[in-house]
């Protein structure tokens, strides 16, 4: 059942169109969704796709709202979030931004409560995204509800009780979704080096991944014993993956992860300051 939610974004890019794809008609109806952004395009792009309502500036309409989602770099947060004080009373601040805490958001807002800091994906495009999420205990199990209906409307939520954690969840599936299409490029250029078609390559590449994914999903057991069923002995997979612990793929990824939620609490420390 559509809500009477009003929900303002402030910043109108990747990360807002694929959020507001799946909540404008949805859990809430376009007109009460209401767009903020200096870029002109990035305004006609979404009234145009979803007939969400827009502003190059904060106004009225953006004090009208229950939930304020911040969906700017966090390099411009906090320029943002001072600029929006003379707007905000009682709203429901979501910021999804990577690295920036909770507790600066709310300093910069002259020490509003009412913050859930949150870590999206892209899939949230067509529904299939996940969020982890945290709220700062001035946030009331009304407005921890709205947040977490807003996230459901586009995937699945993970609620967190140590803000940390917020970017080994950044490293996993926020920046996640780069990571497989990381992999399905490589596969993609194998299957061309070895003479397929890059349709074909294409092909059997996503295949794989959504079919793998799935399977994974449906099944009780675990992944290992997943790819143990995957390789023959002395076979084609052990090949593959023989080749890949040689050239130290698993611990690189790790490596990766750990890399990227470092960089997640260094964008905190770095955009958090004063
Ligand atoms: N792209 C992704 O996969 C994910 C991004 N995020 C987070 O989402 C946030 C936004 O990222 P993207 O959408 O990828 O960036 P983006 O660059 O596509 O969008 C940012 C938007 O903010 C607008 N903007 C700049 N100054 C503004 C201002 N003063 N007021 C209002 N809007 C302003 C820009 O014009 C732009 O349209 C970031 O903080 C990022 O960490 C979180 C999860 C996933
Ligand atoms: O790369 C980034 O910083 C953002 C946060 C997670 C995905 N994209």
């Known amino acids: 059942m559509q809500s009477e939610m009003k929900i303002g974004f402030v910043g109108g890019g990747n990360m807002a169109n694929a959020l507001i794809g799946g909540l404008a008609g949805k859990l809430t109806a376009a007109k009460n969704i209401h767009v903020i952004d200096p870029n002109e395009e990035a305004l006609q792009k979404l009234a145009q796709a979803f007939g969400v309502t827009t502003a190059l500036q904060a106004g009225e309409a953006l004090r009208a709202c229950d939930v304020i989602v911040l969906a700017v770099k966090p390099q411009q947060m906090k320029d943002v979030v001072q600029n929006l004080k003379p707007f905000i009373a009682a709203q429901l601040i979501l910021s999804i931004a990577a690295g920036i805490r909770a507790v600066d958001l709310s300093r910069w807002l002259g020490g509003h409560g009412a913050i859930v800091r949150t870590m999206p994906n892209t899939p949230a495009l067509i ?29 699945a939520t993970v609620w967190l009780d140590d803000e940390s954690l917020i970017d080994p969840v950044t490293a996993m599936s926020g920046s996640g979704p780069a990571y497989v299409f990381y992999f399905i490029e490589a596969m993609q250029k194998a299957g061309a080096e070895m003479g397929l078609t890059a349709e074909q390559a294409n092909q059997l590449a996503i295949a794989t991944f959504t079919g793998a994914a799935e399977l994974a ?30 050239s130290g793929v698993s611990d690189a990824i790790v490596k990766a992860l750990k890399a990227a939620a470092a960089r997640g609490k260094e964008l905190g420390e770095e955009f958090g300051r004063d």
């Open 217 to 246: 999903a449906r099944s009780t057991e675990p992944v290992s014993l997943l790819r143990e069923r995957v390789t023959s002995k002395g076979g084609t997979t052990h090949a593959a993956l023989t080749s890949m612990e040689a």
């Open 127 to 155: 529904g299939k995204g996940i969020t982890g999420m945290v709220a700062l205990p001035g946030v009331s199990a009304a407005q921890r509800d709205a947040a977490d209906a807003i996230l459901r409307a586009v995937g």
